[in-house]
């Protein structure tokens, strides 16, 4: 059996060194266990104390959270407008106020026929398609309407809407129509 060890490439020093229970493996202590220091599991919950002071906090702020909600949500409105008024070939309109955004016929009075109603808790008035703005969130724009021509342009100046909570605008450019 020696002979066959020898010949693996195995020195008679590390077969001692077996036969008297010692690892082969460096960092081993010599009872064979293994671990963390107590000085580097201190180290370890510090940092994720620090940054659990810095994260958590964004967490449970629900502000945040809506306002990011209802800035996707009027985006996609206003390219939803856009494609709608292409797609359809007539003019959709767009009226806002400071809480809720809906769409339009042509006439920028009769609600866009769409399969689903949305009932906002400000006017309890069901409309085809309307978003509403969570409580705290409002939007900001020069109020009014807006309108996307059959070939998806809008015949006034650029718009720029802002939604309170987030810092980047939402602009619709005048010539082209494009919502960004």
Known sequence: ML?????GGTSKRELWRFSRGESRVRGLHANG????????LITIIVILGIISVAAIPRFFDKNVFDSRSFYDQVLSTLRFAQKTA????TTVCVVDTAREIGLYA???????NVLVSQRCAIDEISYQYKICSPAGVQI?????????TPLGSTPAPARIYTVSGVAQPITVEAETGYVH
């Open 33 to 40: 266990q293994r671990g963390f220091s107590l000085v580097e």
């Open 106 to 112: 042509v006439d920028c009075v009769t609600p866009l």
């Open 86 to 89: 292409i797609a359809q070939h």
């Open 3 to 7: 002979r066959c060890a020898l010949q």
């Open 140 to 148: 900001t724009s020069a109020h009014g309407g807006l309108s996307f």
